[in-house]
């Protein structure tokens, strides 16, 4: 960090002399003064947004989209005993999870498998059917062996 402004010299050595949040509410100014010249100035930090991209299997890019898990969610939770409460909370979860791996884009599978793992946790009906979808079973064999692998585990 070099600062050349206002006769300050260009040393990184400064120490922060007030903070205040800035205008917009999303950015901080911070007054500093340079240790080697005394030399004073403002600089402004912003919050950086991290915008996470899905990956889907068809090669396409899109938006990361909260509602459609929320959506999903729904589907594989109606008539069951969880509120709309615990499956946002589920959903703010995994976008956390998914910030904290430190990569913006995510490849769509990673998303259902951190649902399903939600799902498991939470109500294993509900499970089941969001793994129905996601996992494509294509006849009554392959439900059945996630049945009973539900089943064992339980």
């Known amino acids: ?4 402004e206002s ?3 260009t040393i990184e050595n400064t120490k922060v002399i007030d903070s205040r949040q800035g205008s917009d509410s999303r950015s901080i100014r911070r007054r500093r003064e340079c240790l080697t010249c005394s030399g004073r100035f403002t600089t402004y930090e912003r919050v950086e947004d991290y915008e996470l ?4 299997k068809d090669g396409t890019i899109q938006e990361f989209n909260k509602t459609k898990i929320i959506d999903g969610m729904i589907s594989a939770c109606q008539k069951r005993n969880i509120s709309l409460q615990q499956i946002e ?3 703010q979860e995994i976008e956390k999870e998914l910030i904290e791996a430190s990569r913006r884009e995510i490849e769509s599978n990673e998303i259902g498998d951190l649902v399903i793992k939600h799902l498991y946790e939470i109500d ?3 499970y089941i059917r969001f793994a129905s979808v996601y996992k494509s079973f294509n006849n009554l064999e ?3 062996l996630e049945l ?3 089943t064992k585990k339980s």
């Open 89 to 91: 909370n589920v959903v």
């Open 53 to 56: 991209v899905v990956l889907k």
């Open 124 to 126: 294993k009906v509900a």
């Open 148 to 150: 009973d692998t539900i």
């Open 7 to 9: 006769g300050c010299c």
């Open 1 to 4: 960090m070099a600062y050349k």
């Open 142 to 144: 392959e439900f059945s």
